[in-house]
């Protein structure tokens, strides 16, 4: 089972410098998430999407965009990289919203914008 | 959103059981209370959840107090393996716009540390 699969593992970028991270499931789960973690902080939720075609903002969207065109991607748009967003990334798959649904993380892309 | 407290940090001997406790003392009726844990260099991971009523999966097991005010988890045998951060996180069904998001909201977690 692949799960959830995020590329790239890790990236340096230079301020200014726009990126993409890649997430993609294979669960057919719709509700898909992007969370944010700093060094010895817990996650912050940056976007979330409840299906294809149906994007929210969470927490801490500044800085960043995202798109779900199709059920298994949610991909996350960083433009003109700041230092501030230095973190390590990760994406998260649900099958619903409610209480008892858990959610499926991937491993996480490690960025570093200097 | 309804808090978590949890410890800093816990320490365990290998194969000895672990009890990992959580006050969420302004829990809401339909709030289910999650565990997840984070080893090192890795994305969290689900380990369980409940409502009302204790639950056993063949990770763990979730003790959940009457007034479900607070909740422990439970690891029968501790290995190195399971050391990580475990974080106890309300799972928010709220609502935007009409549609469930049930976002999880991460607090700092309780660092277990497991001896040889």
């Known amino acids: 089972n692949a799960g959830v699969t995020q590329t790239p593992k890790f990236r340096i970028l230079k301020i200014g410098q726009s990126m993409t991270l890649q997430c993609t499931q294979d669960?057919?789960?719709?509700?898909m998430y992007w969370y944010r973690q700093d060094p010895g902080m817990g996650l912050k939720l940056i976007y979330y999407s409840v299906g294809a075609g149906i994007t929210d903002k969470g927490e801490v969207p500044n800085g960043y965009n995202v798109s779900r065109s199709t059920t298994e991607d949610f991909p996350l748009r960083l433009e003109l990289a700041a230092p501030s967003q230095t973190s390590v990334y990760f994406c998260?798959?649900?099958?619903?919203?409610?209480?008892?649904?858990?959610?499926?993380f991937g491993d996480g892309t490690r960025l570093s914008i200097l | 959103d309804a808090k978590t407290t949890q410890p800093n940090s816990m320490e365990s001997n290998e194969e000895e059981p672990v009890h990992l406790p959580c006050n969420h003392s302004t829990i809401s009726g339909t709030d289910y209370i999650h565990w997840y844990r984070q080893l090192p260099s890795q994305g969290p991971e689900y380990v369980i959840h409940g409502l009302t009523s204790n639950v056993n999966n063949r990770m763990a097991s979730l003790a959940i107090a009457e007034d479900r005010k607070s909740s422990t988890l439970i690891l029968h045998r501790a290995t190195l393996r399971d050391a990580a951060v475990y974080y106890c996180i309300l799972r928010d069904s709220a609502n935007a716009g009409g549609t469930s998001y049930g976002k999880l909201t991460f607090g700092q977690g309780t660092i277990l540390t497991v001896h040889p």
């Open positions: 669960m057919n789960h719709n509700y």
């Open positions: 998260a798959s649900s099958y619903g919203g409610v209480g008892n649904q858990p959610q499926h």
